[in-house]
């Protein structure tokens, strides 16, 4: 499987500022997914990335909010403009690695966010 | 729409074995489950993708019914190293890739 990294790990953050988080991936992979688990909670995907194409948002997500580039097949970044305590969460980010059969995900080791 | 997982929490001594499930009102394409530790990623188990398909990765196994509803997750045997939050994930065709995960299991086991 694919080896992913994210950086920073971990960052706290004052409220009404902007954090970058960066995902790179070892090979190339046409999905990128981003996902928001907050403390104690399941994993929610808050958009699709894929590249040379405008990042697919889910319901309740919005650009303005998360924007997210998709520079090329290894790397991807999700913005959490504008950050409230609301936003403290992990922030993970997968891969989609297409097998023979079928396809799974996954997932780098997150990105560990506290707005104060 | 999300799947619900079952039950919420279990706790186990080493050795006793438990189940998990995973529901959906839909018929679903896909059943994926992983482990997470604490404060660590989801780790990937298995797949299923079959109706009537069973799959097993060292004591621990994985069951799709035949309607395609319904993934359960066996820990045999368990292992102090079972200990985590299981989450499956699950796919419908019409969303192409995407998985939505159900609300996880978190079980310890004891010595």
């Known amino acids: 499987s694919a080896v992913i990294s994210q950086k920073p790990s971990r960052d706290i953050c004052q409220r009404g500022t902007s954090l970058t988080i960066q995902c790179q991936v070892d090979?190339?992979?046409?999905?990128m997914f981003w996902y928001r688990q907050q403390p104690g909670q399941s994993l929610t995907l808050i958009a699709t990335?894929?590249?040379?194409?405008?990042?697919?948002?889910e319901s309740g997500f919005v650009i303005d909010k998360f924007p997210i580039s998709r520079p090329n097949l290894t790397f991807s970044t999700l913005t959490v403009s504008n950050m409230s305590p609301e936003d403290s969460s992990i922030y993970l980010c997968?891969?989609?690695?297409?097998?023979?059969?079928?396809?799974?995900?996954?997932f780098g080791p997150g990105t560990r966010l506290t707005v104060l | 729409q999300q799947p619900v997982q079952s039950p919420q929490a279990v706790i186990l001594r080493e050795g006793e074995d438990a189940v998990i499930n995973c529901s959906s009102s839909k018929a679903l394409y896909s059943v994926h489950w992983y482990r997470q530790k604490h404060g660590e990623a989801p780790v990937f188990l298995m797949i299923?993708?079959?109706?009537?398909e069973q799959k097993g990765h060292e004591k621990i196994s994985a069951s799709f019914n035949e309607k395609k509803q319904q993934s359960s997750l066996y820990l045999t045997a368990s292992q102090l190293s079972y200990s985590g939050t299981y989450f499956c994930?699950?796919?419908?065709?019409?969303?192409?890739?995407?998985?939505?995960f159900g609300g996880g299991t978190r079980v310890l086991v004891k010595p």
């Open positions: 994930g699950t796919a419908i065709k019409a969303a192409g890739n995407k998985l939505t």
């Open positions: 299923l993708l079959k109706g009537g």
């Open positions: 090979s190339q992979v046409t999905m």
């Open positions: 997968s891969v989609e690695d297409r097998g023979s059969i079928t396809d799974t995900q996954y």
């Open positions: 990335a894929n590249q040379g194409s405008e990042a697919t948002y």
